[in-house]
């Protein structure tokens, strides 16, 4: 599981930046170049660049180069690992809420 953790502290990383965050919805809408995730942001390329990399270092997203253009897209494995993870914690968290109203019931 230690290959995975670190997986998943890179990912929860990425998505801590509120740019990096806005960057994931743009995509959800469909592939982008870095320079089209810059325009709406208040950055530079060369920060945009670096936010990239760290979206790519926690799986979330995926780049290819053509000439002078990286064209980003989602991960789709590294959203739904991700989204795994959560999906599972929630079903425990459920279940300890579920439990509890049973029991304030039963008190």
């Known amino acids: 599981m230690p290959a995975s953790s670190n997986v998943l502290d890179r990912a929860f990383h990425a998505l801590s930046d509120p740019g990096r965050r806005r960057m994931l919805e743009?995509?959800?809408?469909?592939?982008?170049?870095?320079?089209?995730?810059?325009?709406?942001?208040?950055?530079?390329?060369?920060a945009v660049v670096q936010?990239?990399?760290?979206l790519e270092a926690g799986g979330l997203i995926e780049s290819r180069k053509t000439g002078?253009?990286?064209?980003?897209?989602?991960s789709e494995r590294g959203m739904r690992s991700t989204e795994q993870w959560l999906t599972d914690?929630?079903?425990?968290w459920e279940r300890r809420l579920d439990l509890a109203t049973v029991l304030d019931e039963t008190a």
Do not use: F
């Not at 743009?26 to 060369?46: D, I, N, Y």
């Not at 936010?51 to 760290?54: A, E, G, I, L, M």
């Open 51 to 54: 936010h990239v990399q760290v």
């Open 89 to 92: 914690r929630r079903t425990v």
């Open 68 to 74: 002078r253009v990286r064209t980003c897209t989602l």
């Open 26 to 46: 743009q995509l959800a809408e469909g592939p982008a170049s870095v320079s089209e995730l810059a325009r709406p942001l208040r950055m530079s390329l060369a």
